[in-house]
């Protein structure tokens, strides 16, 4: 059984993709993975999807010309009888791909949000509104990362009628599991001792992140501890942060750890995580730092779907930088435990939610 996969890019940083991804690996045999895409990056993960015996297909950008190019019809019609379904992870492209794959014989078409906004572009957000406005009539079901995410996408009324299944970004808990021993040896790579070590995970672009409120509540951490470090995992600086820290002082105290596959280990360093997003669909971020047993301060934008440990704090960004300080260093005061069942327990294990995915496609 194929399932033909819809995405914007599948480079490292494409959070959906990774979703994606961490799904294929934990399907049975039987099922694979095709990627379609039209965002082309240097470094994606054409290797890792082929490996998992799927394979990748690039399109043309979505846009009003493209209901007129031929290169989608064209794939799908190759490789009629090919899939069991269309998977989409951008919904208003239902209006686009839908009909397409029908006419190539694919008998489900299914839908999944992965945010709380339609485009972080402001100029797309208007026309991929309208996109979405049929996605539920060209739907067979439809998926949301979160509550939050399937009501505004699919409206509050398919929620309710039981239309939307939520389909957790899930993580494998068990690799993020708190450990003493592999804290102290983390930390010894990173050349780190006993310095506070305050930590988050998420790119500079698009700003969705809000570093540079991060930098400012940092700054406030830094000045009641000055042997606090920055750890910036997936993050490379830019002009308009560089300048920031350097009038914050904080320069000195920021680690720019770039992208990273060892985001599991990264975590067992660290001794808080600040997650101050603007916007957020469910972020797999704070479910894996909560599964490291992290304290965990976020903003309110935040689902609250999220909160499944009591070491986690949410706050709005109205709060000043010098309270967020406050609240995040108290909250790293309680001892360090193993939390990972709890998410677990949550609904989050990416080995439960793959095998009722698994059933959901053969039946």
Request: proline letters at 5%; hydrophobic letters at 45%; glycine letters at 6%.
């Amino acid at each position: 059984m194929r399932i033909l996969h819809v995405t914007a890019g599948i480079g490292r940083s494409n959070g959906v993709m990774s979703v994606i991804l961490n799904y294929a690996r934990y399907m049975p045999g039987d099922i694979r993975f095709d990627v379609m895409y039209f965002v082309q990056t240097e470094d994606d993960r054409t290797k890792e999807i082929e490996a998992l015996g799927g394979r990748v297909v690039k399109i043309a950008p979505p846009g009003l010309h493209s209901f007129c190019r031929d290169d989608v019809d064209a794939y799908l019609q190759a490789h009629k009888g090919a899939y069991s379904a269309i998977h989409i992870h951008l919904p208003y492209l239902a209006s686009l791909l839908a009909p397409k794959a029908r006419r190539a014989g694919v008998s489900k078409v299914y839908v999944h949000c992965h945010s709380t906004w339609f485009s972080l572009e402001h100029r797309n957000s208007l026309r991929n509104r309208i996109f979405n406005l049929p996605t539920e009539r060209l739907a067979d079901h439809m998926f949301a990362c979160g509550r939050d995410a399937g009501v505004y996408w699919y409206g509050k009324r398919a929620m309710e009628r039981g239309r939307v299944k939520v389909l957790p970004n899930a993580i494998v808990c068990d690799m993020y599991r708190f450990s003493q021993a592999k804290r102290q040896i983390m930390r010894e790579q990173l050349g780190l001792t006993e310095e506070l070590v305050v930590g988050h995970v998420g790119r500079v672009s698009p700003p969705q992140k809000n570093h540079p409120f991060l930098f400012r509540v940092f700054a406030e951490i830094y000045r009641k501890r000055p042997d606090a470090v920055l750890l910036l995992a997936g993050a490379e600086p830019n002009e308009e942060l560089a300048a920031l820290a350097e009038r914050l002082g904080i320069q000195a105290a920021i680690r720019w750890l770039g992208l990273r596959s060892d985001v599991a280990q990264l975590l067992q360093a660290m001794d808080l995580f600040v997650f101050p997003s603007f916007y957020e669909g469910l972020p797999v971020a704070v479910v894996e730092a909560e599964s490291a047993g992290l304290p965990v301060v976020m903003s309110d934008a935040v689902t609250d779907e999220v909160c499944v440990t009591k070491q986690i704090l949410r706050l709005p960004l109205s709060l000043a930088p010098e309270e967020w300080a406050k609240r995040a260093l108290a909250l790293c005061e309680n001892k360090r435990v193993d939390t990972a069942d709890q998410v677990v327990k949550a609904g989050f294990d990416l080995k439960t939610s793959a095998a009722w995915l698994a059933e959901f496609y053969r039946k």
